[in-house]
């Protein structure tokens, strides 16, 4: 039985949120060819996620068995969240381009689950990711336009961003879906027309992946 687990990390709630639309879309297509499979659904913005703090980076790099009560406490959200990530066959992400970048939340997640000794290690002083054999894909959307050949292209600093990190803990089969332009329904352009092209990207991998 395969295992989603589907992110969120825009502010905005339900159908007012362009990525929690894709991602609402990816996780049924995903169903309907997954029939039995198990979803794990992670708000963001309903999840509290402290910064990394000093005592944060002095329990991670306490070797496991030798944590105090606080410093294990301290780890408490992060070893949740990376069990969420070790069950999951997959993921899918739904992010808000924030400044160019992804929304805070999702960086604050990032910091909890690329650690040391649990999704990352040191092989011969090279970093291995422990979340191998895993499928990342993130829905982003955007209020401009950034498509290759575009004037903005350049200014995407989400995907050349969320490669990397994935790429750390080992997660490195990852594919992009940008709805580019949302802001266009200010301006009275259909929310659908705007989505299409996504959805239609959404509907083409996932079909896909089960012919392969
Ligand atoms: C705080 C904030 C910052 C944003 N920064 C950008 C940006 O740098 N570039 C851009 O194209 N759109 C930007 N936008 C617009 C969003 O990317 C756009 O509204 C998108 O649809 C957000 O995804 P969502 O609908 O799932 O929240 C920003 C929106 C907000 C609220």
């Known amino acids: 039985m395969s295992t989603l687990l589907r992110v969120d990390s825009s502010p905005l709630k339900g159908d007012a949120s362009f990525s929690r639309q894709l991602?609402?879309?990816?996780v049924q297509h995903w169903q309907a060819s997954h029939p039995g499979?198990?979803?794990i659904t992670r708000d963001l913005v309903a999840t509290t996620l402290p910064p990394v703090s000093a005592e944060w980076i002095g329990a991670a790099y306490s070797p496991a068995a030798s944590r105090t009560q606080p410093q294990q406490e301290i780890l408490a959200i992060s070893d949740e969240l990376i069990a969420e990530l070790e069950a999951a066959d997959e993921y899918v992400f739904g992010v808000a381009m924030h400044n160019f970048s992804i929304p805070s939340v999702l960086k604050l997640w990032i910091d909890q689950v690329v650690r040391v000794g649990k999704t990352f290690s040191y092989e011969n002083g090279v970093i291995a990711g422990r979340l191998r054999d895993k499928k990342a894909t993130f829905l982003v959307a955007s209020g401009g336009v950034?498509?290759?050949?575009?004037?903005?292209?350049?200014?995407?600093?989400?995907e050349p961003y969320l490669r990397p990190v994935f790429g750390t803990i080992g997660a490195r089969d990852t594919s992009f879906i940008n709805a580019g332009g949302t802001a266009q329904v200010r301006f009275g352009v259909n929310r659908d027309t705007i989505l299409q092209p996504a959805l239609q990207s959404i509907r083409t991998q996932l079909q896909q992946a089960q012919v392969a």
């Open 37 to 39: 499979g198990r979803i």
């Open 146 to 158: 950034y498509e290759p050949g575009t004037p903005a292209a350049g200014m995407n600093f989400v």
């Open 23 to 26: 991602t609402a879309e990816f």
